[in-house]
């Protein structure tokens, strides 16, 4: 069974430009989450979803940032514009179900670097 | 507020000795615990976890401990090995349908 699958793997871009990164979750699973990684923490969540619907949103930085699961499968996260500190790991995992948020599989990550 | 912390940063082990990594919660309600393993470059990786009515839960070489009277939860590898290095997180979750909370990290690093 392929895992949760996220591209870029690395990205490198200058403050106040725009970054996306882009998530497949496992086949079947109708959760999907983006979670901000910071260098020796553990991870952040930012936003859950269940389905295409955003069920907790309440730690993502609506200013600058933005997410989107329009079918309910593939999942977007965008940065704009990105700053100094929003460099870290971007993870997304999924589960199978909502009331199972104890089974999350996280994918490899994106690592931003902002320059 | 609430948080799940690590008691060590750094734990070094000799190959074949036996490691324990120790976590501190502070949500006395949280249902379930979880350990994470996350080697460099990849996302953390699911090890075992425990609810939180039971206090001891045996996998392949690992076995976790929950101790619900001064809130601690440990991580238990024998026969540590190479492939053992990575950092490990603990995490709590109120309940199944709750939101993750995840400790500091210890990185493990196994000396051959």
């Known amino acids: 069974e392929a895992g949760v699958v996220q591209s870029p793997r690395y990205k490198i871009i200058e403050k106040k430009q725009p970054v996306a990164f882009w998530c497949n979750p496992i086949?079947?699973?109708?959760?999907l989450y983006w979670y901000l990684q910071n260098l020796g923490q553990g991870p952040e969540l930012l936003i859950r979803?269940?389905?295409?619907?955003?069920?907790?949103d309440s730690q993502l930085p609506k200013d600058r940032f933005s997410a989107e699961r329009l079918k309910g499968v593939d999942s977007t996260l965008k940065i704009q514009p990105a700053e100094l500190g929003d460099s870290a790991v971007y993870l997304c995992?999924?589960?199978?179900?909502?009331?199972?948020?104890?089974?999350?599989?996280f994918g490899p990550g994106t690592r931003l670097t902002v320059l | 507020g609430e948080s799940v912390g690590l008691h060590l940063p750094t734990l070094s082990v000799q190959e074949g000795d036996n490691s324990i990594i120790n976590c501190a919660y502070s949500?006395?309600?949280?249902?379930?615990f979880i350990w994470y393993k996350q080697e460099s470059g990849k996302g953390p990786q699911f090890i075992i976890d425990?609810?939180?009515?039971?206090d001891k839960r045996q996998g392949q070489r690992v076995t976790v401990l929950l101790n619900k009277t001064v809130k601690h939860l440990s991580l238990q590898i024998a026969a540590t090995q190479p492939g053992d290095s990575a950092v490990y997180f603990c995490?709590?979750?109120?309940?199944?349908?709750?939101?993750?909370?995840f400790g500091q990290g210890t990185e493990l690093s196994v000396k051959p």
């Open positions: 995992a999924s589960s199978p179900d909502p009331d199972r948020n104890n089974e999350q599989f």
């Open positions: 086949s079947g699973h109708n959760t």
């Open positions: 979803y269940e389905n295409e619907e955003a069920v907790d």
């Open positions: 949500n006395s309600a949280s249902d379930y």
């Open positions: 425990i609810r939180s009515n039971m």
């Open positions: 995490a709590e979750i109120f309940n199944q349908g709750g939101k993750l909370i």
